[in-house]
């Protein structure tokens, strides 16, 4: 997803799929009409979010979700009023952050939850500003952005909240500067972002902390000299992009 409009020289607006092995372009086209910033998967169904307003000849606002296989539009239309920047999806319930203040017919500031069938669920945490990142595990969601407050409690660019009540969680890391991205391994979450501390102790754009409370872990990446935007896991190794470079040291 992004704001292409080809790929490989073939037509894809915003929305394509490849050959993970060969990168051959595959014939999956939904076609949506303006940016995709996040896409998730479950199942046969691929959830997308951005600034589009149609998916193919469909009226969908900011929110979509389309066959995996066909591209095909499904039936799923929360219908948000902003802009969606990052997606998660725990079971059957899909969590949207972005720059929206209501979906469907109720108010969700910056964040709010979906089932399947596109209803908007009570989930509610409240942010003040956008959110940029979302990341479940377990009971928890863990949110990353430019707020400030999270349900009226201070929250500086990151905070987690319960995935059923959307009660505000004691984890608290405190960054300096926005959070962009989020990838959780086991009690560990990695954050990337604008900032340069966490909690007051230096880190550049790219830390490690506790899962339970924030607290900063002892992990240290490369020195890096500018902004994380996305951050993935595959089984002990992380990525990360951006507009970021890095400073390693010949005797690394």
Known sequence: GGTFVSVNCSARNNLAAVNPSNQTLLPWNPNANGSVNALAVAGTTVYAGGSFTNIGATALNYLGAVDGTTGAVVAWNPNANGPVSCLAVNGATIYAGGTFTTVGASARNYMASMNSAGTVLPWNPN????????????????????FTTVGG????????????????????????AEINAL???????????????????????????????GSLLSWTPP??????????????????????YAYIPSYQ
Request: aromatic share 12%; glycine share 16%.
């Open 183 to 213: 990838a959780v391994n086991g009690n560990m979450v990695y954050v990337g972002g604008n900032f340069i501390t966490i909690g007051g102790v230096s880190r550049n754009y790219l830390a490690a902390v506790d899962g339970t409370v």
């Open 223 to 244: 020195y890096l000299y500018n902004s994380v935007y996305a951050l993935a896991l595959n089984g002990n190794t992380l990525y990360a992009g951006g507009s970021l």
């Open 153 to 176: 409690t201070a929250r500086n660019y990151a905070a987690a909240m319960d995935s059923g009540t959307g009660a505000l969680l004691a984890w608290n890391p405190n960054p300096n």
């Open 127 to 146: 942010a003040n500003s956008p959110v940029y990142s979302l990341a479940v595990a377990g009971t928890t969601v863990y949110g990353g952005g430019a």
